[in-house]
């Protein structure tokens, strides 16, 4: 009996001391608590993004706005006298030359008020060298002499308005131009003041364009600017600024500014739309990027930079744009990598892959040469080997002989 008991007490230490053995062993259970962790850090894969390099760019600085082309000289012909139409002596559409007689009135009534008038100052200028003669003699007083020279003044006058309404008969050009559309023909009996038709010079044309108030100190006569037309697509016209207005618009806070552009070939119009550029400094290089590559966020303005195949974020400050451009102040340097597509699918610190690398503005095609794409994520580590197989077991204990 106590063999027998002797026997059950050593199956139950050898048992208790494997298990013992087994989970004392260093390490296992931190082996399968960092498993998991280990899967999903190495579950993370890199995102595809496009990319491009900060590079430099020869940048001029200025001010863009919109404006109208108008006239160097406009106006409407409109008779002085009234009167009808005998003779309209231009074609409408063509280059007029500065007194070219345009439209003539009939002169027949104003032809016999002259000659009326002439005659009227013939008779007083007889009276008046009679009174001159009577007077010396004493056969007239003083005031018979002052009358008759009063009379004679009077018909001068007279004769002076009948050759001038005779002369506003025919209405000439003021300035060389091209003629427009008239509105009347031969036989209208126009008034004074009615509109017969206009007359634009063009070469140079004037270009009238506005500025905030905040560009006041950058804007002087003579400075340079660079129009583009909607209405002639590819093709840039340079001007100059001959004038400012002294006066800031209340409604708007602006400025009105006016310059001038050469139209020799005559393609551009008064009343064309068009885009103005005008340039307050000489070009000069500066960081630029693709305005895609920029996320605003509030008053604040950020790019995902590359940095050693991660994602970092970078706040930047932003000066002029220009043709899908954007001038970068602060907050970049050359030659770095910044992502233009992509950043909607990324966070802070997020690992990337350079799918495709753009150009960087104003650089050729290859102009990727020393970017080194981010990694692609390492293959994920073999799962953790699965808790080993308990050892043999022991062997058991001799068997107890029978008593």
């Known amino acids: 009996?106590?063999?027998?008991?002797?026997?059950?007490?050593?199956?139950?230490?050898?048992?208790?001391?494997?298990?013992?053995?087994?989970?004392?062993?260093?390490?296992?259970?931190?082996?399968?608590?960092?498993?998991?962790?280990?899967?999903v850090a190495a579950a993370a894969p890199a995102v595809a993004v496009e990319a491009v390099q900060v590079n430099r760019l020869a940048m001029p600085q200025?001010?863009?706005?919109?404006?109208?082309?108008?006239?160097?000289?406009?106006?409407?012909?409109?008779?002085?006298?009234?009167?009808r139409i005998s003779a309209i002596q231009f074609r409408e559409g063509e280059r007029v030359a500065k007194g070219a007689p345009l439209v003539k009135l009939d002169p027949s009534v104003t032809r016999a008020e002259l000659q009326q008038a002439q005659a009227n100052m013939t008779l007083a200028k007889a009276k008046y060298d009679r009174a001159i003669d009577l007077q010396g003699k004493g056969f007239i007083s003083g005031q018979a002499k002052d009358e008759a020279e009063n009379n004679l003044k009077v018909a001068e006058a007279s004769l002076a308005l009948a050759q001038a309404k005779?002369?506003?008969?025919?209405?000439?050009?003021?300035?060389?131009?091209?003629?427009?559309?008239?509105?009347?023909?031969?036989?209208?009996?126009?008034?004074?003041?009615?509109?017969?038709?206009?007359?634009?010079?063009?070469?140079?044309?004037?270009?009238d364009f506005r500025v905030p108030e905040i560009y006041l100190s950058q804007i002087h006569v003579g400075q340079?600017?660079?129009?583009?037309?909607?209405?002639v697509p590819g093709k840039t016209y340079e001007g100059k600024v001959f004038a400012i207005n002294p006066l800031v618009d209340a409604a708007g806070r602006a400025v009105v500014i006016r310059a001038?552009?050469?139209?020799?070939?005559?393609?551009?119009?008064?009343?064309?739309?068009?885009?103005?550029?005008?340039?307050?400094?000489?070009?000069?290089?500066?960081?630029?990027?693709?305005?895609q590559a920029i996320v605003p966020q509030g008053d604040e303005w950020f790019v995902y930079r590359i940095i050693d195949g991660k994602a970092q974020r970078a706040k930047v400050e932003i000066g002029q744009r220009r043709g899908g451009k954007a001038e970068v102040l602060k907050g970049l340097r050359d030659g770095d990598?910044?992502?233009t597509a992509g950043q909607l699918k990324i966070r802070e610190g997020a690992p990337v892959q350079v799918a495709a690398v753009q150009s960087a503005p104003g650089a050729?095609?290859?102009?990727?040469?020393?970017?080194?794409?981010?990694?692609?994520?390492?293959?994920?580590?073999?799962?953790v080997d699965a808790i080993p197989a308990v050892p043999a077991k022991a062997d058991a204990a001799p068997a107890v002989p029978k008593s």
């Open 166 to 207: 005779l002369a506003k008969l025919s209405i000439e050009a003021p300035f060389s131009g091209i003629i427009g559309l008239r509105s009347v023909s031969v036989g209208d009996y126009v008034k004074e003041g009615a509109d017969m038709v206009n007359l634009e010079a063009i070469d140079p044309l004037k270009v």
């Open 364 to 383: 050729p095609p290859n102009a990727d040469a020393g970017i080194v794409a981010a990694p692609s994520a390492p293959p994920p580590p073999s799962k």
């Open 260 to 291: 001038q552009v050469r139209n020799q070939d005559t393609t551009l119009r008064p009343g064309m739309f068009a885009r103005v550029r005008l340039l307050t400094r000489d070009a000069q290089e500066a960081l630029v990027v693709p305005e």
């Open 224 to 231: 340079s600017l660079q129009m583009s037309l909607d209405a």
């Open 62 to 83: 200025g001010i863009t706005a919109v404006g109208s082309l108008r006239s160097d000289e406009s106006i409407t012909l409109r008779p002085e006298v009234a009167g």
């Open 1 to 39: 009996m106590n063999t027998a008991v002797i026997g059950v007490a050593a199956i139950l230490i050898v048992v208790a001391g494997a298990v013992g053995f087994w989970l004392g062993r260093p390490g296992d259970a931190s082996k399968l608590s960092a498993a998991p962790a280990a899967s």
């Open 337 to 339: 990598m910044v992502i």
